[in-house]
């Protein structure tokens, strides 16, 4: 599968976005999807990650209630809602899929992911 990130931006603090990730190939639908981030000088981090179906969601404690994930099957389409955006937040956004994702700590780790998109820059001034 093939991934295209896309959304990002330049906004100020408190400001809204939404990312999208369009994946090719008809397998979609059986795919785990991630969103990571990567902020300059850091390491990769998890941020939010959806099963296959939507029946279940996971987020990164720092943007718990803040940020959600979604997904549109048909349209083969993984989306990031961001509100309340921090300076914090600034980063590299990455989409992720993998099929062999059975544990809420394989949803979370970058490691057990096999594909990836390019990142969309997210940049959120004070």
């Known amino acids: 599968v093939q991934l295209q990130a896309s959304g990002g931006g330049l906004v100020q603090a408190g400001a809204f976005l939404r990312l999208s990730c369009a994946a090719s190939?008809?397998?979609?639908?059986?795919?785990?999807m991630g969103w990571f981030r990567q902020a300059p000088g850091k390491e990769r981090e998890f941020v939010a990650a959806?099963?296959?179906?939507?029946?279940?969601?996971y987020y990164a404690d720092s943007v718990k209630g803040r940020f959600t994930i979604s997904r549109d099957n048909a349209k083969n389409t993984v989306y990031l809602q961001m509100n309340s955006l921090k300076p914090e937040d600034t980063a590299a956004y990455y989409c992720?899929?993998?099929?062999?994702?059975?544990?809420?700590?394989?949803?979370?780790?970058?490691?057990?992911?096999?594909?990836w998109g390019q990142g969309t820059l997210v940049t959120v001034s004070s």
């Open positions: 959806i099963r296959w179906s939507g029946s279940r969601t």
């Open positions: 190939g008809r397998t979609f639908s059986t795919y785990g």
């Open positions: 992720a899929a993998a099929t062999a994702l059975y544990s809420p700590t394989d949803y979370t780790s970058d490691r057990d992911y096999g594909y």
